[in-house]
Each structure stands twice: as C-alpha cells, then as structure tokens.
C-alpha cells in the first residue's frame, strides 16, 4: 500500500509540473519586447495586490481579473508546499524550504525574462511564496496527525 501511495504522489507531482509549466510558460499571448516586459514588470511590494483589492471592493474592474490573479498566484504554488518536503527530506524544516522555494521561484522568474514570457511582479511572487507556505503548513499539520496515530 506505502509503495501505491508513493506512485501516485510521484505521478500527481509529474502531472502537477506539466500544468505549472504550461500555466507558466506557454500560456501566454504572443511573444513580448524586452523593453515591454521591463516596463510592465513590477518591483513595487503589494502595487498590484492593493490594486486588486480595490478592485474587488470598488467594483471599479472585471471581477474575474482581480480574483484570477490574487487567488491564482496564491494556489498556484499551494501544491509545492506539499510536494518539496514529501520529496526532498532536507526541506522539512521552514527555514530550508523557504530557501529552496525561493531559489526555485527566482529561477522560474528569471526563465519566464529570459525567454520573453511575462514579466516579473514582485507581488507574484509574495503570492507565490504565500501559497507555498500555506502548502507546507498543511504539510507539516498531516505528517503531524499521521506521527500521533502511528
């Protein structure tokens, strides 16, 4: 039964990597200057998080835009949290996870500026690393649980 469980973990997590690179990589419209992706590129903590919020209390924007990127970027990376420590044991403890997700995040961003797809947003990026630390809570809380009954 462990060895079944070990299986689809490792194939939800393959499957997992394949719609984040295609969410990432491929979905985007159209090939962009670098001169544009500078320009739209946000280096402002929470610019576009307040932005959004706003949006959402003032009704003053398509409510599908504001909740698709604040929840999206928060969700997005909910799963990592679940999968690093599952899978590299070193990442156990918050202080390496974070560090590991960090650099994983950076490189992601620094390939989407590379091959011209997107734009950095540091407010991405808080969302991203939030919803990764919710993934390793809820990590952390399971392997808890499990550790009492066993």
Excluded: H
Excluded at 17 to 46: C, D, H, K, Q
Excluded at 141 to 146: A, F, M
């Amino acid at each position: 039964m462990k060895i079944f469980f070990k299986i689809i973990i490792s194939i939800s997590f393959i499957i997992y990597l394949y719609v984040l690179a295609i969410l990432l990589f491929f979905n985007r419209t159209g090939w962009t200057e670098m001169t544009l992706i500078m320009l739209s590129s946000n280096f402002v903590p929470f610019k576009t998080i307040s932005m959004y919020i706003q949006a959402i209390f003032y009704g003053n924007m398509n409510l599908d835009i504001p909740i698709k990127n604040l929840f999206g970027n928060l969700f997005m990376f909910l799963p990592m949290g679940l999968y690093l420590p599952y899978f590299i044991k070193r990442t156990k403890q918050v202080s390496v996870f974070s560090i590991v997700f960090l650099s994983i995040l950076f490189l992601i961003e620094f390939t989407q500026l590379l091959i011209r797809r997107g734009s950095f947003d540091i407010d991405d990026f808080i969302l991203n690393t939030i919803g990764a630390l919710i993934g390793f809570t809820i990590w952390k809380k399971l392997c808890k649980r499990n550790a009492m009954r066993g």
